[in-house]
């Protein structure tokens, strides 16, 4: 396994450029809706949440939820990862093998992604687990993500973005990502989550292994 790069924290703040003041009241309106909804869920479960209620709890209109967030499962899923995932891998030198490349940077999302509030990410891969809507429209965000990794392995490669061979390899780690999730939701979110992302890395480099066959 590769560690972690000591010289650059990848998704550290301190490496973020401040924000604007628009910037700031976006993602604050962005995290009130996110905040009702959860508590929401949590109260009367996820088909009973109505975009409605989501607005009054937030403090905003409904018109306002809709331009944020087009449907009601992006509530659950969008968050501001995937630019930051972008830049993230085309940080990385150049003469790093593309394995720990992806490895480095998808580790230190999830760490993230986990860390910053393990309650709501406990949350969010029921919903993924339990809830057909959610599990949908998560697809489509991955496939998102996935072509922002075509992207960064085209560029570190050469190839092109929209070759099979880059599409495939770029895909799989977004599959992996994916049943990592579920699988750690649907198992009680037993263990660490990045423990649970590390494995899913290891069966996409070297296989599932004999014990599993």
Known sequence: MTTMTAARLPFS?????????????????????????????????????????????????????????????????????DPILLEELRARPADEPWPDTIRDVMLAAARVGVEEDPHVARLRTRLMAEVPAVRSRMMESMSVTGRLICAALAERTGRDPDSLEVRVYAMSFIGGLMEASLYWAENGHQGDFTAVVDRALDVLEHGPGQEDR
């Not at 301190?14 to 604007?20: E, F, S, V």
């Not at 009973?48 to 989501?54: K, M, N, S």
């Open 13 to 81: 703040p301190a490496d973020r450029p401040p924000l604007g003041l628009r910037e700031r009241k976006k993602i604050k309106t962005r995290e009130a809706i996110r905040a009702a909804m959860y508590a929401l869920v949590e109260e009367q479960g996820y088909e009973a949440t109505t975009v409605e209620q989501i607005a009054e709890r937030a403090e905003v209109s409904a018109s306002t939820v809709f331009r944020y967030f087009p449907t009601k499962e992006d509530i659950v899923l969008t968050d501001e990862y």
